[in-house]
């Protein structure tokens, strides 16, 4: 499929992860799909790890690769389907596979965009709809600011935003911005996303 026909939400995802990859890195993917990614980005060498498809097939959890095997690790919207207690271990698990940079792609949980997924998830049940996504993220939780400052304490890190929303009085426009913090998160909804973009503070040469 070409990127222009993927939703939305999994284009503008993968095309602010893909900004921050240059050419010349080599990449590991952790829970993404094969030649998503690699549709915004020129990596040198791009390796898709996942539970049931990709280059790499993931058993008992454990990431099959030595320290520092790729310049890059990315997960893109992964950790909000791990158990919070799980949540600290997993990122652990990506830096240490990384020698430059680990990026994660969730979407983030404010009050307002967790009461709209159970609003979503109330209206497609009545529908007879079950989303398991929906699911683990509302059984889950989703990550906030402070959980992946939390997680990242020891390293040079940044967040930034992507996905906005304008609500009137009969309908949701949606919109995106990426590249800049919004003064009130709170007020994201829907395909926002935020990427946690880490550096080990010895690494040289970290972008």
Same mark, same amino acid.
């Given at each position: 499929?070409?990127?222009?026909?993927?939703?939305?939400?999994?284009?503008?995802?993968?095309?602010?992860?893909?900004?921050?990859?240059?050419?010349?890195?080599?990449?590991?993917?952790?829970?993404?799909?094969?030649?998503?990614?690699?549709?915004?980005?020129?990596?040198?060498?791009?390796?898709?790890?996942? &539970?049931?498809?990709?280059?790499?097939?993931?058993?008992?959890?454990?990431?099959?690769?030595? /320290?520092?095997?790729?310049?890059?690790?990315?997960?893109?919207?992964?950790?909000?389907?791990?158990?919070?207690?799980?949540?600290?271990?997993?990122?652990?698990? &990506?830096?240490?596979?990384?020698? /430059?940079?680990?990026?994660?792609?969730?979407?983030?949980?404010?009050?307002?965009?967790?009461?709209?997924?159970?609003?979503?998830?109330?209206? *497609?049940?009545?529908?007879?709809?079950?989303?398991? =996504?929906?699911?683990?993220?509302?059984?889950?939780?989703?990550?906030?600011?402070?959980? %992946?400052?939390?997680?990242?304490?020891? =390293?040079?890190?940044?967040?930034? =935003?992507?996905?906005?929303? %304008?609500? #009137?009085?009969? =309908?949701?426009? *949606?919109?995106?911005?990426?590249? /800049?913090?919004?003064?009130?998160?709170?007020?994201?909804?829907?395909? &926002?996303?935020?990427? $946690?973009?880490? $550096?080990? #503070?010895? %690494?040289?040469?970290?972008?």
């Amino acid at each position: 499929m070409h990127k222009y026909f993927l939703p939305y939400d999994v284009f503008e995802r993968h095309k602010k992860v893909g900004s921050f990859i240059k050419r010349d890195q080599s990449v590991l993917d952790v829970g993404g799909e094969l030649d998503h990614l690699s549709k915004f980005c020129s990596a040198k060498r791009l390796v898709v790890a996942n &539970l049931q498809s990709g280059d790499i097939i993931i058993k008992k959890d454990k990431l099959p690769f030595k /320290k520092n095997s790729f310049d890059v690790v990315c997960a893109i919207d992964v950790i909000e389907h791990i158990p919070h207690p799980k949540r600290a271990p997993f990122v652990k698990k &990506l830096i240490n596979n990384a020698s /430059k940079k680990v990026i994660l792609s969730f979407p983030i949980g404010t009050p307002r965009h967790l009461a709209h997924e159970r609003e979503i998830r109330k209206s *497609l049940a009545n529908k007879g709809i079950d989303i398991g =996504y929906l699911n683990e993220h509302i059984k889950y939780g989703l990550p906030t600011e402070f959980d %992946i400052k939390s997680f990242t304490q020891d =390293y040079r890190s940044q967040i930034f =935003y992507a996905g906005n929303h %304008i609500e #009137t009085a009969d =309908y949701i426009q *949606l919109g995106f911005f990426t590249g /800049k913090k919004q003064q009130n998160p709170d007020r994201q909804w829907g395909f &926002l996303c935020a990427l $946690s973009v880490l $550096s080990a #503070t010895g %690494i040289q040469n970290a972008t």
